[in-house]
């Protein structure tokens, strides 16, 4: 049991330097074309850009079907867990906190909160593939306390 919640917690883990690598690499690379959604104002609930939480999601899926499936293979159930855990995160976070996709009141008074939400929109300040910065989802460094960032 004790190894499975390790499983998971440490694809959790992983998952944000994943994203963080698939943000700054592929998204913002030979992908941008999809990407690029995201960064540019358009009407409707829909962007290209969320076909990669499809292809993630999808991933999840599989790695748990497999794992409960074959018992040689039943990590895999645990990894597709942690995946999907991060991939709730990330939507809870970056959807509906900080780019409101869902309407909801929500302010916070959490420093690590202010911290993410702030890279986030520095992230954003730039609209083109060249020349971001902040490309994590959970985790951002404290050069984005808000209020260091007031300072400057």
Known sequence: MWLNILIVLGTFV?????????????????????HESHHVHHKGWWETNDLFGIIFGATATVLIIVGSEWESF??????????????????????????????????TTSRYLNRIIWAHYMHHKVHQRDGAEAFGFLYAPKKYDKQKMKEK
């Open 14 to 34: 992983f998952m944000e330097g994943f994203a963080w690598f698939t943000h700054k690499y592929i998204m913002h690379g030979p992908m941008w074309n999809w």
């Open 74 to 107: 039943r990590w895999l159930m645990y990894v597709g867990i942690g995946v999907t855990l991060y991939g709730i995160a990330y939507f809870v976070f970056h959807d509906i906190i900080v780019h409101r996709r869902i309407k909801i009141k929500f302010k």
